[in-house]
């Protein structure tokens, strides 16, 4: 029986690297509300954490909520991280990644992917069917898309930017799919009227 468990231990010892296996010894001292532990765990691991975090919100400040939200579940289920389940890092990513598209279908009309979709714009990055469907250069289509409403922007970003389905945005701003295609259409046919405006010869008076 002790050769078998011998066995077990030394097989399973390399699943965790050094930094792993440390980061495993701290989550078994939070778990038991070691406030020093805790600590060293986020001075450790919430770097990593926060660059997850702004990669799924796209703004710093709800990065940090985000962050704060997700450390304070860690502290609270410590004692629930199995570590011949997951790293853990994996597991505090998992804790976060969640916490994140939680803040998303909370706030969803936040700007979070508008601001994506403005950064693009402004580097040249504009998607080609966009920008070549109206006739629009960037700089045109990034004022055309300003003049739409937040929730068609919303949408019309994560259709074109992100290539999200329909229902995958309805998923994403926490909204009916009818209401979606709504939204998409209407804005899509916002910006089809200012590009035919802007190409309409003009009557009388000085251009």
Request: proline share 4%; charged share 25%.
């Amino acid at each position: 029986m002790s050769h078998d468990a011998s066995t077990d231990a030394t097989v399973s010892a390399p699943a965790l690297d050094e930094k792993s296996a440390h980061l495993a010894a701290l989550l078994e001292r939070v778990s038991r509300r070691d406030a020093r532990a805790f600590e060293t765990l986020y001075r450790t691991s919430a770097p990593s954490l926060f660059g997850l975090a702004v990669r799924v919100t796209r703004t710093s400040e709800s990065a940090e909520e985000v962050l704060q939200d997700g450390f304070i579940k860690i502290w609270r289920f410590a004692g629930s991280y199995d570590p011949g389940k997951a790293s853990p890092s994996t597991w505090m990513s998992s804790i976060v990644k969640n916490q994140a598209l939680d803040y998303l279908r909370r706030n969803p009309y936040g700007g979070i992917y508008v601001e994506e979709l403005d950064e693009r714009i402004a580097a040249g990055e504009a998607e080609p069917d966009l920008s070549h469907e109206f006739s629009l250069d960037a700089e045109r289509l990034s004022s055309y898309l300003g003049r739409l409403t937040p929730v068609q922007r919303q949408a019309i970003a994560l259709a074109y930017f992100r290539g999200q389905s329909q229902s995958e945005i309805a998923h994403t701003l926490d909204a009916p799919i009818g209401t979606v295609k709504t939204w998409i259409s209407r804005g899509l046919e916002s910006l089809r009227s200012m590009a035919e405006a802007r190409h309409a010869p003009h009557r009388g008076g000085i251009y």
